[in-house]
């Protein structure tokens, strides 16, 4: 079987595919586990059900929180007023008061009314017949000697709602979230609400990393959340007194629904006792979705309805798009949730359909919109490419070279990101200290990294240090590279580099390698797949295409090849060249030019094999360091 790829095993198009009969709408896809979970905590009534929703942004987590809140009926037993009141025995702690909804006016009316006496406050003992509010009437002062008292501070009127509260805080800050209080007022007139008290009894939706990062704010957060659940508990829905002048939590169930990624949920759970404890639904929404007709066809529904005020589209622009969503979601057989980046990029389509006069978008719009994101971004890349060609950066594209590998990193700026070569090295010398990290050494390498290193270690004892022990120095440097390194993506550029100093053979500088790998010599896949090819692509396209040049991939990452035309185009003129692999061995065999050999029953190696080159260097580099002890 070719270990090489063809073109038409990576083209990638829905020209089968027609959307006429696709109804525009805005719509959740994708996420039918997410939603459960989310309708499930939505419906919880027990205090701690708050929930923490993570996911990528542009993946609809706030408009399904939106939508599904809305389908929930108005139940009218959440809802009440709240207002305080002056306390007569205390006046710097005033009286926390729920009213049935509605109600909270109706009493300040007839306030007013007994201030003007025209009731008296045996008539109202009779309409408000709370203990606690008789109280109140009973002990207010005369109205000439104290005004203020006769006045409520009606922190939530709900007479007017129809169905439980949702505040979105999206920049969240101690007086916006939890309220402050008003100088130069009686204490129960000062006190103003924030978002927590405006969505009691309701919802309230908050960032969860500019929430977490504010330490003092997050233990607020969960003060008043503990707050909450006790009153709940302990004193159902009635009055409080307050034991300072601040805006208390009220005592209603609320749902607090965070928004943020996997890292912060990550964290929490890990180092925080009390999240789980309050937090337990995690409705977790997925960055892609099988692409299947039911996903194919939301999509474009929700294209269809983005684009209801753009030029018209055509069929050939929702199956241009979809291609470019296969290649978010890095899968020919998914499609990406994120629907509103696709929504961006038909709206440059429409730019673009608008600058040439066309009447109607079609694919050529969406590629042209691609095209110039590129050409906008390409800067950084183009310098690199430049320095390459110019000898600045010192990198083969073609010829042989022992103990170095052309490996691929995927370089990030803002919202763009591309892929780029880079020489790896090794050299290799009688010690004991074994594989020496260069990066790590000088600082520059994650833990990710550090861990891909001693991977290979390992894989040298199990293929050849058998029957003696490894015993070498080498190094092992990422060249002209002055920025942290972190990943095990080039753990395969890395151990080819290694093998090829042991056994003083050279590899080929016209293909580049990625690809992390096992101590048991197997390809794992890596990501940014599509980005890497092109980035090599471009380098040599820049240097000149020899018509031998390409990138040698793990076999499983077939599976994400959405590449550009060009490189389509190049791949089918054999002018480029893909090689999916599932092993070291068949790597290096391209790489080298060598056979692997396999072991005879002696348990040797082919004579001229890389495998018995390396093994027998191995053994001579162990005796070198035993005899200079």
Known sequence: MSLEIEKKEIELNYDHLEFSSVSPSYCIIGQDKALGLLRLGLSMSRPGYNIFVSGDDGSGRLTAIKEEIKK?????????????????????????????????????SDIDTLGENKTTKEALYEKWKDSRLIKFIKTLPEKEENPWAWKINILLDRSKSVRRPMVIESHPSHQSLFGYVEKDLPPHLSVRAGSYQEAAGGFLIINAEETVDNEELWTTLKRYLE???????????????????????????????LLGSE??????????????????VSPQFDYSMPADEKNINGTVSYLKKTGENLTKQDDSAYREILRYSAFLAEDRTRLSTQLSLLGDLLEEADLDAKS????????ENVRSALDKRDWYSSMAEEHINSEIKDGT???????????????????????????TPCVISATVAPGTEGIINIEHEAGLSGNIHDKGLLILEGYLRHRYAQSFPLSLYAGICFEQSYGSVDGDSASSAEL??????????????????????????????????????????????????????????????????????????????????IWAISSIDEGLELLSGLEKGERDRKGNYKQGSFNRLIEDELRDLWRSSQSQR
Not at 76 to 87: I, P
Not at 263 to 280: G, N, P, Q, S, V
Request: net charge negative; glycine share 10%.
């Open 72 to 108: 929930i009926e108005g139940d009218t037993s959440y809802l009440f007023d709240v207002a305080y009141l002056h306390n007569q025995s205390h006046h710097d702690r005033p009286i926390c008061f729920c009213f049935p909804k509605g109600r909270a006016r109706e009493f300040q």
């Open 227 to 257: 707050m909450t659940q006790r009153s709940l508990s302990s004193t159902a829905v009635q009055g409080e007194m307050m034991s300072s002048i601040r805006p208390y939590p009220i005592p209603l169930l609320t749902k607090v629904i």
């Open 263 to 280: 890292e912060i949920y990550d964290k929490l759970t890990e180092e925080d006792d009390a999240f789980l404890r309050f937090f337990k």
């Open 356 to 363: 040439n006069n066309n009447a109607v978008i079609t694919d």
């Open 393 to 419: 950066m010192v990198m083969a594209l073609d010829g042989e070279k022992i103990g170095v590998v052309n490996g691929l990193a995927v370089m990030d700026r803002g919202l763009t990101s591309f892929g």
């Open 496 to 577: 080819y580099a290694l093998l090829s100093a042991i056994g003083c053979f050279p590899v080929r500088q016209d293909i580049a390698v990625t690809g992390s790998v096992n101590q048991m010599g197997e390809l794992q896949p890596v990501g940014g797949i599509n980005e890497k090819i092109q980035g090599f692509f471009n380098a040599c396209s820049t240097c000149g295409l020899t018509g031998t040049q390409g990138v040698i991939i793990p076999v499983q990452n077939k599976s994400s090849l959405i590449l550009p035309y060009k490189v389509e185009k190049a791949i089918g003129e054999g002018k480029f060249h």
